[in-house]
């Protein structure tokens, strides 16, 4: 897929939409990138993770607590030249009581989670990161398949801070959904 020349104007939202078809792609910085196809490893720990809090937090009838609508790859605009499609991305029902619609979303998430992959590692970590904070997302997650980690940003004024990292043998409580335990080995199939 074409990138947007950087002598041209900065891409939007719109210029993402108007690409035919149904593009895998982003606007990032105000270009629009192709998100590379994701390895299995990837699609497992976003399959794993996504499934683990819909049961628990989306699905009011899942035994779990509730609260949040969780999404995966839905595109979020949160700047005019950032729209993203975050992993797994969710919204607090108590500040958004309805389900968020269209495309792209704009309404700003409450928790994003990046899985990582060497073709997007350097965007999640940095570019992202800078973007999700500067928006005020509450909660920033990264898994690593690599690594088979979690990392747990919280919000705050001077930046994130990790306030958690856990590896695939340990079972945590992880903000904002720390009213469940979770394998942190589930996201990475090595739980049955």
């Known amino acids: 897929m074409a ?3 950087a002598s041209r104007r900065k891409a939007t939202s719109a210029d993402l939409a108007a690409l035919p078809g149904d593009p895998y792609a982003e606007v990032v910085g105000g270009t629009i990138v192709e998100k590379a196809s994701p390895s299995a490893e990837h699609g497992a720990a976003q399959a794993a993770l996504a499934a683990t809090l819909w049961q628990r937090f989306h699905n009011r009838h899942g035994g779990g607590p509730g609260g ?7 595109e979020v605009e949160l ?13 607090r ?3 958004v009581p309805q389900r968020p619609s269209g495309r792209p979303v704009r309404i700003r998430p409450d928790w994003v989670c990046e899985v990582l992959s060497a073709s997007n590692a350097d965007t999640d970590l940095v570019t992202k990161f800078r973007v999700y904070h500067r928006n005020g997302i509450s909660h920033y997650w990264l898994v ?3 690594s088979r980690t979690l990392i747990v940003y919280r919000w705050s004024e001077q930046g994130y801070l990790a306030v958690l990292t ?6 945590v409580r992880a ?7 979770l394998q942190v080995g589930l996201l990475f199939d090595e739980l049955d």
């Open 144 to 146: 690593d398949p690599d």
């Open 166 to 171: 856990a590896k695939r043998d340990e079972t």
């Open 93 to 95: 029902r108590d500040r």
């Open 79 to 91: 700047e005019s030249n950032e729209t993203y499609r975050p992993d797994v991305v969710g919204w």
């Open 3 to 5: 990138t947007v020349p």
């Open 175 to 181: 903000e904002p959904f720390e009213a469940i335990e």
């Open 68 to 74: 949040w609508w969780i999404l995966t790859e839905v």
